[in-house]
């Protein structure tokens, strides 16, 4: 099946979209971009990879769905274009950010300049029906993303995983944690954020490794 991903994405994946799941799960999401408004735009799907090139992958950090609002969803965990309110468990990144290494906040969602450093923005499902969270889950994209944490996990080294909320901490099963580093805590939602999200230094951790592995570390 050819699928419009980044080279280095599409050859370590090819086994994963010549699979008879991901052949369902690709007629499914094609009929619901023509039968509903569905986020992200269609071209925007495989963003994250687009942006973060295979080779180039150096911390993964982990969400559930796309945003299910207009104009917020453009392929990347925990971002929204630019010009669209920060939502409140990006608020809530930046508050932690802020208060780890000093970075003053952002006036706006945008992680864009993250995944390009090498950060793969990765929801564990690739699509949603608007205003119907959870919409296009059990559909196969999970297995797609699991495959693809699996392949980081197994076919790079020294590579930081953030898993927020227990959703993603359940990831953490696919991945060798004594070749990579797997960093966990509460979902930074407003809901858990106060319960273990704030002071955990994610941020600082994360670039700490990365420079003791000889790798440069991600300007946040």
């Known amino acids: 099946m050819d699928v419009k991903i980044e080279a280095g994405w599409k050859q370590i994946l090819k086994s994963e979209f010549n699979k008879e799941y991901f052949a369902k799960l690709t007629?499914?999401?094609?009929?619901?971009?023509?039968?509903?408004?569905?986020?992200?735009?269609?071209s925007q799907i495989f963003n994250a990879f687009d942006l973060c090139?295979?080779?180039?992958?150096?911390?993964?950090?982990?969400?559930?769905?796309?945003?299910?609002?207009p104009n917020q969803a453009h392929g990347l965990c925990f971002s929204v274009n630019k010009g669209i309110k920060t939502p409140p468990s990006l608020v809530n990144i930046y508050k932690e950010l802020h208060s780890d290494i000093g970075i003053d906040i952002p006036e706006h969602g945008n992680l864009e300049h993250w995944a390009r450093q090498g950060?793969?923005?990765?929801?564990?499902?690739?699509?949603v029906e608007a205003h119907q969270a959870g919409?296009?889950?059990?559909?196969?994209?999970?297995?797609?993303?699991?495959?693809?944490?699996?392949?980081?996990?197994e076919q790079s080294e020294h590579v930081v995983f953030v898993l927020w909320g227990a959703?993603?901490?359940?990831?953490?099963?696919?991945?060798?944690s004594n070749k990579h580093l797997i960093l966990?805590?509460?979902?930074?939602s407003p809901l858990s954020a106060h319960r273990g999200f704030f002071g955990t230094k994610h941020f600082s951790k994360a670039n700490d490794?990365?420079?003791?592995?000889?790798?440069?570390?991600?300007?946040?």
């Open 167 to 176: 959703y993603a901490q359940k990831k953490a099963q696919l991945i060798d």
């Open 53 to 69: 090139p295979f080779e180039n992958t150096k911390v993964v950090i982990l969400g559930q769905d796309p945003y299910h609002g």
């Open 135 to 153: 919409s296009h889950q059990k559909q196969g994209w999970e297995q797609f993303t699991d495959a693809v944490i699996k392949t980081v996990a």
């Open 184 to 188: 966990k805590s509460v979902h930074p």
């Open 119 to 127: 950060v793969l923005l990765l929801n564990a499902t690739l699509t």
């Open 209 to 220: 490794y990365l420079l003791a592995n000889g790798k440069e570390a991600i300007s946040w």
């Open 27 to 42: 007629q499914f999401v094609k009929s619901e971009y023509q039968n509903k408004t569905i986020y992200p735009p269609a």
